[in-house]
Structure formats: structure tokens, C-alpha cells
């Protein structure tokens, strides 16, 4: 059972869909990006190896972006999920309070089980 107020728990789920939006915005304008980058590929003449080898370093990092952004709204849409459901603010392993949800808001686990998990892998 969490101990979070009604109030602090509205002030949560505030902060999560407006991160939420912000995710998604971010990820739409990434796949607007790369569009733009296949078409101007196609156009384009084929560069010196160096800047080839440049652009997939980009690109490398722009897929990294992305994935740890689309890992980002997955875990806001399950904090999301769970204040409708009324589990969110418990820790999903040992059911005790999560106490970093203000800096943290999509945070699944206690410090304690959180570190376990981050151990054992």
C-alpha cells in the first residue's frame, strides 16, 4: 500500500503524461528525420569513406536515442497503467513504498529491489 496523497499522485501522473508527450514528440521526430535521410540518400552521390563512416556513427547514435527513448514511454505508459490500476507507488517485488517517484516518476521498484535487479544481471 503506497503512502502517496491523492494530490501527489495527480501532481505524478501530471508529470508523466506531459513526459509522455514530450517522448512521443521526440520519437515522431525522429522518424521524420530518417525519412528525410533516406530520401536525400537516395539523391545524394556517394561521399568519401570518412564521412560514410561518420554518418553510420550518427546514425548509431540517433537508433541509441531513440531505443532508450521508446524504453522511456514504455515505463511511463506502465507508471500511467498503474495509477489507474491503484498499484502505483508500491514496489512490484516487496510491495514496500517507492520512495523516489518525484525524481523518478516511472520508477517500478524500491532503491533495494532495484539495485537486486541491476546486480543480478
Request: hydrophobic fraction near 40%; include cysteine; charge should be negative.
Amino acid at each position: 500500500m503506497t503512502t502517496l496523497t491523492t494530490p501527489q499522485t495527480h501532481a505524478l501522473r501530471d508529470q508523466l503524461l506531459a513526459r509522455k508527450e514530450q517522448l512521443l514528440q521526440e520519437l515522431d521526430a525522429v522518424q521524420v528525420a530518417h525519412r528525410e535521410r533516406m530520401k536525400s540518400a537516395d539523391s545524394a552521390p556517394q561521399d568519401a569513406y570518412a564521412t560514410q563512416a561518420n554518418q553510420v556513427a550518427q546514425s548509431a547514435v540517433r537508433d541509441a536515442e531513440a531505443r532508450r527513448d521508446h524504453d522511456e514511454l514504455v515505463a511511463v505508459r506502465a507508471a500511467l497503467a498503474r495509477i489507474e490500476d491503484g498499484s502505483y507507488g508500491a514496489c512490484q517485488d516487496c510491495g514496500a513504498d517507492i520512495g523516489r517517484l518525484h525524481a523518478f516518476p516511472a520508477a517500478l521498484r524500491c532503491i533495494g529491489c532495484q539495485t537486486k535487479v541491476e546486480q543480478a544481471a
